[in-house]
């Protein structure tokens, strides 16, 4: 079956770090970029790092960088998010999501497989 | 900066209506535009990807259209599960959603 699962959301006081991971199954990972898409419940969805299939070319939105890392493994089938500094403004709920195409962009994304997401909650 | 409007923000029609949802651009993202539909406590799915090309499995009801700076969503007759909400996204840049368009049961 085709389809990403995140793991390593959870509540973080402010300041601390947290990192997530997602796993991919019953497609080619290391064809595809990969990217975290970010949404506050109730919200509207926010692109928050991507990275190409040999992690050649990485991009940060503006509002997670410096503090965030993204990576991938693609032996394992698998990405993560290294997050840092967190504030409360990064709660949301965290989704790893697939690029449709194997191109060698990151910015250029059309999102088309979608995990179920893992919730990430700063609060003191 | 490239801005996303999506208009309306919310709207209300019946079964077999037909939808017409709007996403404008501040500045031309030349065809690099897709569309989304979420349902409430689901992930985003993928509808409609560079303007006009349906994504795999989206039936031929969803049509996107559209160049430039304004871009245009019809769903020719609404069926029961197509209400939802729905996000256009450009790619011409960094990836980045507009605010999404409500389509409700009127």
């Known amino acids: 079956e085709v389809q990403l699962r995140e793991s390593g959301g959870g509540l973080v006081q402010p300041g601390r770090s947290l990192r997530l991971s997602c796993t991919a199954s019953?497609?080619?990972?290391?064809?595809?970029?990969m990217h975290w898409v970010r949404q506050v419940p109730g919200k509207g969805l926010e692109w928050v790092s991507g990275?190409?299939?040999?992690?050649?070319?990485?991009g940060y939105a503006g509002s997670v960088k410096g503090r965030f890392t993204i990576s991938r493994d693609n032996a394992k089938k698998s990405l993560h998010l290294q997050m840092n500094s967190l504030t409360t403004e990064d709660t949301a709920l965290y989704y790893c999501?697939?690029?449709?195409?194997?191109?060698?962009?990151?910015?250029?994304?059309?999102?088309?497989?979608w995990g179920q997401g893992t919730m990430v909650t700063v609060s003191s | 900066e490239i801005v996303l409007t999506q208009s309306p923000a919310t709207l209300s029609l019946s079964p077999g209506e037909r939808a017409t949802l709007s996403c404008t651009a501040s500045q031309s993202v030349r065809d690099f535009l897709a569309w989304y539909q979420q349902k409430p406590g689901q992930a985003p799915r993928l509808l409609i990807y560079?303007?006009?090309n349906r994504a795999t499995g989206i039936p031929a009801r969803f049509t996107g259209s559209g160049s430039g700076t304004d871009f245009t969503l019809t769903i020719s007759s609404l069926e029961p599960e197509d209400f939802a909400v729905y996000y256009c996204q450009q790619r011409i840049n960094w990836p980045l959603f507009g605010p999404g368009t409500k389509v409700e049961i009127k």
């Open positions: 019953g497609f080619a990972f290391d064809d595809f970029a």
């Open positions: 560079d303007v006009s």
């Open positions: 999501v697939k690029d449709l195409f194997s191109g060698n962009s990151v910015g250029e994304a059309v999102f088309d497989l």
């Open positions: 990275a190409t299939w040999n992690s050649g070319k990485i």
